[in-house]
């Protein structure tokens, strides 16, 4: 079964502390996203990776870090630099840059305490 | 700067009627449009896209058009059931461009 995986599902973490979300996909795409979804506003982009060894900020890239090792794997850190870590956090994944659509992984909560 | 605005933050519509559910961009170098679906505390789904060189696509229950000119997209659901009730987002993309940009989303309810 193709897909995409996020875990954890649920994440708790103390403020100063860095958290890895992770994502893996095995539907063999080059393109990987993450995005992040607060109430009431869309989906804004974190940073986005075309090709391994190779990734670009998004629109809201400060306090976060990525890494495209392999890929299948796209994980995301939140690091203690991001002013409000707290929302839902989605990776997604496309066949090349931007054609056809975003299949996504069902999402990580993150919630600082 | 919102390059894709969803004006409608809800809508509710009877079981049965027409859902009508609403998008706007502003970058007229967009050329690709998709509609999604969203549960709580889920990934999107992928419901039904739309290119530029077209004004009309047709999925089932599910019709997008576009009209380019006012920079303009509307999903129609025809008949709507309960199920559908959820948060729909509609995208863009450019072409030449890295990435999709995404509405703030409408929060539909189907009343049966």
């Known amino acids: 079964d193709g897909g995409i995986t996020q875990s954890p599902k649920y994440l708790f973490r103390k403020e100063g502390q860095n958290v890895t979300l992770s994502c893996e996909q095995n539907?063999?795409?080059?393109?990987m996203y993450w995005y992040r979804q607060d109430p009431g506003q869309g989906l804004r982009l974190i940073y986005y990776?075309?090709?391994?060894?190779?990734?670009q900020k998004g629109d809201i890239a400060e306090g976060y870090s990525v890494s495209r090792e392999k890929k299948e794997s796209f994980p995301l850190t939140v690091t203690s630099a991001q002013k409000n870590p707290t929302a839902f956090y989605l990776c997604?994944?496309?066949?090349?840059?931007?054609?056809?659509?975003?299949?996504f992984g069902e999402g990580s909560r993150l919630t600082v305490l | 700067d919102q390059q894709v605005k969803q004006n409608s933050p809800s809508l509710s519509v009877q079981e049965g009627r027409i859902s009508i559910l609403n998008c706007d961009y502003t970058?007229?170098?967009?050329?690709?449009f998709l509609w999604y679906k969203k549960y709580p505390a889920e990934g999107p789904t992928f419901l039904i896209s739309?290119?530029?060189?077209?004004d009309k696509n047709e999925d089932g229950r599910f019709t997008v058009f576009l009209n380019k000119s006012a920079k303009h997209l509307s999903l129609h659901i025809v008949p709507s059931q309960p199920g559908d009730s959820a948060v729909y987002f509609c995208a863009a993309s450019a072409v030449g461009g890295n990435q999709f940009y995404f509405g703030t989303g409408t929060s539909l309810t189907v009343i049966p």
């Open positions: 990776s075309q090709i391994v060894n190779d990734f």
């Open positions: 997604a994944s496309s066949i090349s840059r931007v054609t056809g659509e975003l299949f």
């Open positions: 739309i290119s530029s060189i077209k």
């Open positions: 539907l063999n795409h080059d393109a």
């Open positions: 970058n007229s170098m967009f050329d690709y």
